[in-house]
């Protein structure tokens, strides 16, 4: 079984642009969430879709925003960047997420870099 | 607020030693409570798990110990192989929100 992959890997952009992430869920998942990895803060939690609702959300500005597919797949946005969105962005998926004691299969990450 | 944290960012062992790391949070709510690894480049993997009605889990050279009257986690490998030196995340989560929130991280470090 496929895990969870992230597209793309690595990302460059420039202050004010916006950017999009990819994430397609172990075949099954229904669950995404998403995190933010920077030095020193660890895994912060950005939000979770579940059948393509918004479930959780963590405290992130509104410049942050997501959607799941009915495919489960999952998008993440960015927009007006700045520089310190520079991050590795995870994307992890679960049978069922929220209460569930499911654990979660993180994929490799987006490296995004603000310049 | 950090509802989990790790206070140590990095942590030396030699190998075939025991490697503790410690992990604290702040909210009684949280009801299980996780270990993920992760290797540069990689996306943390999962490693283990206890849920708040147990004070012990083990697997293998892994155990997890958890103390709620001290709201402390402890993760503890013996023995401890090179192949383990990677960051090691602490996460909790509370069935009621379902979120996962995860601490600092603390790279282990095991020397040959």
């Known amino acids: 079984k496929a895990g969870v992959t992230q597209t793309p890997r690595y990302l460059i952009k420039t202050r004010g642009q916006q950017v999009t992430l990819s994430c397609s869920p172990i075949?099954?998942?229904?669950?995404v969430s998403w995190y933010q990895q920077t030095p020193g803060q660890g895994l912060q939690f950005l939000f979770e879709?579940?059948?393509?609702?918004?479930?959780n959300k963590g405290n992130f500005p509104g410049r942050f925003s997501g959607r799941q597919f009915s495919n489960s797949r999952s998008e993440m946005n960015v927009s007006t960047l700045e520089l310190g969105d520079s991050a590795l962005y995870l994307c992890?998926?679960?049978?069922?997420?929220?209460?569930?004691?499911?654990?979660?299969?993180f994929g490799p990450g987006t490296r995004l870099t603000v310049t | 607020d950090q509802q989990v944290k790790q206070n140590s960012p990095s942590l030396s062992v030699q190998e075939g030693r025991i490697s503790i790391l410690n992990c604290d949070y702040t909210?009684?709510?949280?009801?299980?409570f996780l270990w993920y690894k992760k290797y540069p480049a990689e996306g943390p993997t999962f490693l283990i798990s206890?849920?708040?009605?147990?004070d012990k889990n083990e697997d293998g050279r892994f155990t997890v110990f958890l103390n709620k009257s001290a709201k402390h986690l402890s993760l503890h490998i013996v023995p401890s192989q090179p192949g383990d030196s990677a960051v090691y995340f602490c996460?909790?989560?509370?069935?009621?929100?379902?979120?996962?929130?995860f601490g600092q991280g603390t790279t282990l470090q095991v020397k040959p």
């Open positions: 879709y579940f059948s393509e609702t918004q479930r």
């Open positions: 992890a998926s679960s049978l069922e997420g929220g209460g569930s004691l499911a654990e979660q299969y």
């Open positions: 909210n009684s709510m949280f009801d299980y």
């Open positions: 996460a909790a989560r509370s069935s009621n929100t379902g979120k996962l929130i």
């Open positions: 206890i849920s708040s009605i147990k």
């Open positions: 075949s099954g998942h229904r669950s």
